[in-house]
Nanobody, 118 residues
Framework: QVRLVESGGGLVQPGGSLRLSCAAS????????MIWHRQAPGKQRELVAS????????NYADSVKGRFTISRDNAKNTVYLQMNSLRPEDTAVYFC???????????WGQGTQVTVSS
């Protein structure tokens, strides 16, 4: 059974940092494109950052470039999202996705809440 479990969310002041984790079981993160999405209240879910399988190429939404970093620890089968210089507009539920849509397979985690507020 595949599970993606996000953790590390919480309440942080503007300018602060958080590190989100996505721990995978039942699949090998090295063989999936791993993607962080977020969804703010009343808004559509949007892609935040991605890291491709094997080659480890990364991509970021313009709104987070230079502030967020996605990484993968194959030994721990975990993907991370380091978020620095957080802004109120980063407030959202953050979701982890394992994507092999080329094979018709996509898995989602349950999400973790990030709130940036003073």
């Amino acid at each position: 059974q595949v599970r993606l479990v996000e953790s590390g969310g919480g309440l942080v002041q503007p300018g602060g940092s958080l590190r989100l984790s996505c721990a995978a079981s039942g699949l090998d993160v090295n063989f999936y494109d791993m993607i962080w999405h977020r969804q703010a209240p009343g808004k559509q879910r949007e892609l935040v950052a991605s890291i491709t399988r094997i080659v480890t190429s990364t991509n970021y939404a313009d709104s987070v470039k230079g502030r967020f970093t996605i990484s993968r620890d194959n030994a721990k089968n975990t993907v991370y999202l380091q978020m620095n210089s957080l802004r109120p507009e980063d407030t959202a539920v953050y979701f982890c996705k394992a994507d092999r849509s080329d094979l018709g397979v996509v898995y989602w985690g349950q999400g973790t809440q990030v709130t940036v507020s003073s």
